[in-house]
């Protein structure tokens, strides 16, 4: 049999279950092919930025050369024609940059306002041709953004992948760390008036993943990858630092494990389906 094609629009909370230091034997059974990475799902299916104006979003000094090829894929929307292209057999996304990064508007075109690469740029630090738009301050214009992006997104996949199953990852920051030492928190839950803030922020920003889960559930009949129900540390000794989103093994491997058996499932349906077929003829 052959590995199974999949794809993800998103960031590390997915990417990361496709890596040997969390899944070692992955590509035993999967062929990872493009990834929109950090790319909001608004900028995903925006019209690209006006070519005048894209050569003139340069990365600088201060973004690396990953940003930079990030920052230039979605400046240009190059994503979408390649995950056509490849066809994965799964389409994985989440909306870690929806609600984390927020979106800028440039013309006609949409982009991620990704602060590892955008907002590092002199283009950013002027601080004209755009405005910029964020969940935390301007709910009611921006949850419709990211609801008619997912529809759109739904609506694309069925005309352009009709063969790819769209999975949604549903997942919540977590508030501890682990390293081998032991548990640390992130946060206290009283006496340090920082960190009380910190935690707030985030029990304000899980609430926005979940609001957004319930509404896209209920609009769409999504394949979901959904372990809120259990308690996951992030990784004390994670190579691009600790925090709340960077989770240790243990939700990756949960995460596959989930993945395998939706996987397994299709196939002995579509095994039995195609034997069914061949037996009434």
């Not at 050369?65 to 996304?93: Q, V």
């Amino acid at each position: 049999m052959s590995r199974i094609k999949v794809g993800i629009i998103g960031s590390c909370v997915t990417r990361e279950a496709f890596i040997t230091r969390n899944n070692p034997q992955y590509k035993d059974i999967y062929d990872l092919g493009p990834l929109a990475w950090q790319t909001g799902l608004v900028s995903f299916l925006s019209n690209p930025v006006a070519a005048d104006v894209a050569a003139s979003i340069e990365p600088g000094t201060k973004v690396n050369e990953h940003g930079a090829r990030t920052m230039a894929r979605d400046i240009a929307k190059t994503d979408r024609a390649d995950l056509e292209a490849f066809a994965p057999d799964y389409l994985l996304f989440d909306l870690y940059s929806d609600v984390r990064y927020g979106l800028a508007r440039i013309g006609d075109a949409t982009i991620t306002n990704n602060p590892n690469s955008f907002r590092k740029t002199d283009y950013f630090a002027a601080g004209n041709g755009f405005t910029t738009l964020h969940m935390a301050n301007a709910s009611a214009e921006y949850v419709p953004l990211v609801e008619a992006a997912v529809d759109e997104l739904v609506e694309w996949q069925r005309r352009a992948l009709p063969q790819t199953t769209l999975v949604l990852n549903c997942f919540r920051y977590s508030s501890y760390y682990r390293t081998s030492t032991g548990d640390l928190n992130f946060v206290k839950y009283r006496g340090d008036q920082k960190r009380d803030d910190l935690y707030r922020r985030l029990l304000r920003e899980n609430d926005r993943y979940d609001s957004l889960y319930r509404s896209i559930t209920a609009r769409h009949d999504l394949r979901t990858i959904d372990n809120r129900d259990r308690s996951y540390h992030s990784d004390g000794d994670h190579p691009y630092g600790i925090s709340p989103w960077h989770f240790g093994r243990p939700f990756f491997q949960d995460f596959m494990a989930d993945l395998d058996r939706m996987v397994l499932d299709d196939t002995v349906i579509g095994t039995r389906a195609a034997a069914l077929a061949g037996a009434g003829t």
